[in-house]
C-alpha cells in the first residue's frame, strides 16, 4: 500500500533561518507529489505540486520543492523563515496505479521563534 | 466564487445521533471528497465522487454514508455517531481526480461527539 513518512513532528526555527521539511513515499512508479500549509483553524491551501519535468519545484511563498526519485523524496524548502510561516504543512502524493486518490503524510508543524 | 464551503463549523453529538455535514462548491469540479483529520494522522480519505451519481469508499468509511445528486453538493451524512467520529472533517473538490489535481479545502467542520 502507498504511505507517506514526514519523519519530523515538530520543527522549531529562529526567524531569517532556513527551513527543510521531509518528505518519504513509497511508490512503484513516479507520483504526483503535493505540499499543503495549514494555518490554525484554518483548511488546507497548496503550496506546490510536482507532476513531471524539472524536479526542482517553486510554489507561493518563497517555498520550493525538490523531487529526487533516487531516495522517493520530495523535501520542502525556504531559504528565510518568516514569523508568518508557522503553521502545520503536509506532503501528499497520488498515484494512478492507487485511482488517483491523493494520501496525506502526518504532518509537521512548524513554530517560529523571534 | 465562494470556492468550498461547509456547513456546520463546530457541532457536538450525543453517542447514537445521526447528522449532516453539508459541503458546497462553486467551481464546477467533478471531484469531491471527505477527509477526517486526527491529530497525528494527518487526513484520510472517507468518501470521494468522481461526478454526479457516482461515489466510493476510502481508506476510513464505517460509519459514514455520502451521495452525490448535483455537481455542487457532497453532503457526509453520520448514521450513528460514536466518540471515535470525534474529529475535524474536511471537504475538498479538484478539476480532475484527487490524487492528480490541486484540492481545494473547505474551513473544515470540528465535530465532538459525547
Known amino acids: 500500500a502507498q504511505s507517506v513518512t514526514q519523519p519530523d513532528i515538530h520543527i522549531t526555527v529562529s526567524e531569517g533561518a532556513s527551513l527543510e521539511l521531509r518528505c518519504n513515499y513509497s511508490?512503484?512508479?513516479?507520483?504526483?507529489l503535493f505540499w499543503y500549509v495549514q494555518s490554525p483553524g484554518q483548511g488546507l491551501q497548496l503550496l506546490l505540486k510536482y507532476f513531471s519535468g524539472d524536479t526542482l519545484v517553486q510554489g507561493i511563498k518563497g517555498f520550493e520543492a525538490e523531487f529526487k526519485r533516487s531516495q522517493s523524496s520530495f523535501n520542502l524548502r525556504k531559504p528565510s523563515v518568516h514569523w508568518s510561516d508557522a503553521a502545520e504543512y503536509f506532503c501528499?502524493?497520488?498515484?494512478?496505479?492507487?485511482?488517483?486518490?491523493?494520501?496525506f503524510g502526518a504532518g509537521t508543524i512548524l513554530r517560529v521563534k523571534s | 466564487n465562494a470556492g468550498v464551503t461547509q456547513t456546520p463549523k463546530f457541532q457536538v453529538l450525543k453517542t447514537g445521533q445521526s447528522m449532516t455535514l453539508q459541503c458546497a462548491q462553486d467551481?464546477?469540479?467533478?471531484?469531491m471528497s471527505w477527509y477526517r483529520q486526527d491529530p497525528g494522522m494527518g487526513l484520510r480519505l472517507i468518501h470521494y465522487?468522481?461526478?454526479?451519481?457516482?461515489?466510493d469508499q476510502g481508506e476510513v468509511p464505517n460509519g459514514y454514508n455520502v451521495s452525490r445528486s448535483t455537481t455542487e453538493d457532497f453532503p457526509l451524512r453520520l448514521l450513528s455517531a460514536a466518540p471515535s467520529q470525534t474529529s475535524v472533517y474536511f471537504c475538498?473538490?479538484?478539476?480532475?481526480?484527487?490524487?492528480?489535481?490541486?484540492?481545494?479545502f473547505g474551513p473544515g467542520t470540528r465535530l465532538t461527539v459525547l
Open positions: 501528499a502524493v497520488g498515484a494512478e496505479e492507487y485511482g488517483n486518490k491523493l494520501v
Open positions: 511508490y512503484g512508479a513516479t507520483p504526483y
Open positions: 467551481m464546477n469540479h467533478e471531484y
Open positions: 465522487s468522481v461526478g454526479a451519481g457516482i461515489t
Open positions: 475538498a473538490s479538484s478539476f480532475n481526480t484527487g490524487g492528480a489535481d490541486t484540492q481545494y
